[in-house]
């Protein structure tokens, strides 16, 4: 069974070629990121993955199952959960709350149990308030829990919101530069929590990301984008010394 | 100073939070019983009114204050509400038969107007809504063999279970205990599954999207179930009115009720009770203070109306939390005593937020 693959997915905005004819495949339980220049086309693959707008060409195969044409919530459902590379949390809400809403595609309860808040709702809340504090325990938010996420600085809010995207339960999760914005200590723990994502939940994630220690820590496969398309893709070690790479990134030898 | 030791997750399940809250609600809710017995006839009308306008806020205040959806064009559904029940209770129907079906008329009417909100946002939410507002208020006046036209109808009085409830007392149960159902209803919703992701469409529609939300679903909900709760408002304003005509729905009334709920405090339930309260008293404010002002002033026409303005935008400016926001500033001055600081409340600024996702 193929797990996630993207096969000649392509994307146009006008005359803007925006990603240009990838395909990748990523294994159950690996690290995948997704690496290259500004305006390398990374977040809009994320976007096109997230069904936020509709690929121009293309398949995006999730579990053998065809994404496209689906609503966005439904990737959702499918148990693909996502973070922002520019943070979009609900900001006056709580960081329960927020959490909490992760948990939206596990409800079970229907609208007239909700407006007399039944047993059955109260039993349902119980259960998605333990799920969500076993998250809580993982990413040391228990000091944050009945905060407004709009008083909180940016790296605890980064934490969150990958906290959110975990508390869906998702079998993937895709991270958009999870270190953006983050100190080199906050870089670490995030480093560290990745790993743990990855061998302690199993999780499978997919990621773009800048910071090259950070990439070459986690990462058991990395691509290359330039300008839309893919480059290179191995090992982090041999797509960073490929040619191509190296070439787009710092511009090539000019000719002797 | 009270601190709350939270060892249970009921604890954060439970609607009162303390045992605090609960005496001071029962308090309340016991006043509110014995109201016949100290209230004069001319109060309890400003009761019943107060009570209708709070039924209405709350709808209201779901939509704008809690999915994030503006509406310009809700006295459109308090009209549906006031009609059907108007022609309903003529037609001889039971009150227990005829106010669900006020209601299911409205929320019908509502997922009709919710579908564009599915696609627009903002101001051109505002401009549809508006528009509908104007067609149904123009139907109201047009349709002259079902609404009788521009010369109104007349509401017969209430009946229920074989009586017919007439008296200011027992109107004033009835209303009541509406009230207090929609207020529990709401607020059990707020706290469950539904309520958390109307309030993620709210703050960010992309991430409640990819957190499974299905936007379409839950905004034409919102719309219905704001609608539902104005179509009850309008059933119990037509026999409380006992006369409708279209002139009662006007876009003044939608900006009213949108008023209403900006003063309460957008976003707080309690906020849609304040502000109905204070959109019922403003108006007896003003003709008592017309006495005392000069007749160049007090004569004018739409002194009502600049009054409601000016006072609509000074909450913006100096109280954008309303008076629901300016209570919770008290009670925290009280419940930390001397310890409040004046920028305890100060609104953070939002961090830069992806503007191409829009």
Same mark, same amino acid.
């Given at each position: ?31 995948? &990121? ?48 996502? &973070? ?150 191995? &090992? ?21 | ?227 539902? @709760? ?81 006072? @609509? ?46």
């Amino acid at each position: 069974m193929r797990f996630f693959g993207v096969q000649d997915l392509g994307v146009r905005f006008g005359g803007v070629v925006a990603v240009d004819n990838v395909s990748f495949e990523v294994q159950r339980g690996e690290v995948y &990121t997704i690496i290259g220049p500004n305006g390398a086309g990374k977040t809009t693959i994320f976007n096109l993955v997230g069904l936020i707008y509709p690929a121009s060409t293309g398949r995006i195969v999730f579990q053998d199952r065809d994404l496209n044409g689906l609503a966005p919530h439904r990737v959702a459902e499918l148990g693909i959960a996502r &973070t922002f590379q520019n943070i979009e949390l609900f900001e006056h809400a709580t960081v329960l709350q927020n959490l909490l809403i992760g948990r939206h595609r596990h409800r079970r309860t229907a609208l007239w149990q909700e407006l007399a808040f039944s047993g059955a709702v109260k039993r349902a809340e119980r259960a998605q308030r333990e799920a969500v504090e076993k998250v809580i325990d993982f990413l040391d938010l228990q000091h944050y829990r009945d905060s407004m996420v709009a008083g909180l600085p940016y790296g605890v809010r980064k934490v969150i919101e990958l906290g959110r995207a975990l508390a869906t339960e998702p079998k993937l999760l895709l991270l958009d530069e999870p270190s953006s914005g983050l100190n080199p200590e906050e870089t670490n723990d995030m480093a560290y929590w990745i790993e743990d994502i990855q061998k302690g939940l199993g999780i499978t994630v997919l990621m773009v990301e800048h910071d090259m220690s950070l990439v070459q820590r986690v990462s058991d496969r990395v691509l290359a984008l330039n300008e839309g398309r893919a480059i290179a893709q191995g &090992t982090p070690a041999e797509v960073q010394s490929h040619p191509a790479v190296i070439e787009a990134y710092l511009g090539a030898k000019a000719p002797a | 100073m009270r601190f709350l030791f939270k060892t249970d997750y009921d604890q954060d399940l439970r609607l009162f939070k303390h045992g605090g809250q609960g005496f001071w609600y029962g308090l309340l809710f016991v006043v509110l019983l014995a109201a016949p017995w100290w209230a004069s006839e001319y109060m309890m009308t400003q009761l019943h009114f107060i009570g209708i306008y709070s039924i209405v806020g709350l709808g209201l205040m779901l939509l704008v204050g809690f999915t994030g959806q503006i509406s310009l064009g809700h006295a459109a559904f308090l009209a549906v509400g006031a009609y059907t029940e108007a022609l309903l209770a003529a037609a001889g129907w039971p009150f227990w038969l005829s106010l669900p079906c006020a209601a299911l008329l409205s929320a019908a009417v509502g997922i009709v107007v919710g579908l564009p909100a599915l696609r627009l946002k903002g101001i051109y939410l505002a401009i549809a809504t508006l528009a509908f507002g104007v067609i149904a208020e123009e139907i109201a006046a047009r349709w002259e063999s079902l609404t009788g036209g521009n010369s109104g109808l007349h509401v017969k009085p209430i009946q229920l279970f074989g009586a017919t409830l007439d008296g200011d007392a027992d109107f004033y149960y009835l209303v009541l205990a509406l009230t207090a159902l929609c207020c529990i209803a709401l607020a059990n919703l707020l706290r469950s599954p539904t309520g958390r992701a109307f309030v993620a469409i709210r703050d960010s529609e992309i991430s409640a999207a990819c957190m499974g939300v299905n936007l379409a679903r839950y905004k034409t909900l919102s719309f219905a179930l704001s609608a539902a @709760l104005t179509g009850v408002g309008g059933a119990l304003y037509a026999h409380k009115v006992s006369f409708i005509s279209p002139e009662q729905f006007t876009l003044l009334v939608s900006i009213e009720l949108v008023t209403l709920v900006i003063l309460g405090g957008v976003g707080s339930l309690h906020g849609a009770v304040f502000g109905a309260a204070f959109i019922i008293v403003l108006p007896q404010l003003i003709a008592i203070v017309k006495d005392y002002l000069p007749a160049a002033v007090a004569g004018a026409a739409g002194l009502q109306s600049t009054v409601f303005g000016l006072v @609509l935008i000074g909450f913006i400016i100096f109280e954008p939390m309303g008076l629901y926001g300016r209570w919770l500033k008290i009670r925290t001055w009280f419940e930390l005593f001397p310890f409040y600081r004046k920028g305890m409340f100060r609104r953070q600024k939002t961090y830069m937020k992806s503007e191409r996702l829009r």
